[in-house]
């Protein structure tokens, strides 16, 4: 276990996930109350957010590819 504590590993865990220390104060609440389903809704919501701005990034990507196949396709036009 990494000589780590089970909530050592979990303040590891939603900190790597991208959980500011509002949100890891709040998960943490909800888990001292024993509320699993709040704690579920918190994680899914955290995974929805991520997962927006991973199509975000997406998207700018997808930009990117454009630019760059545009400019050399226009340095084959002019050959």
Known sequence: MNGLTEEQLLLRNLTDAGCGAEDIERYLKLR???KEQEMLRFLFAHRAK???QVHESQEKL???DYLIYSM???K???R
């Open 32 to 34: 001292a109350k024993g």
């Open 50 to 52: 991520l997962l927006d």
């Open 72 to 74: 050399k396709r226009g």
């Open 76 to 78: 084959k036009d002019r």
């Open 62 to 64: 997808d930009c990117m």
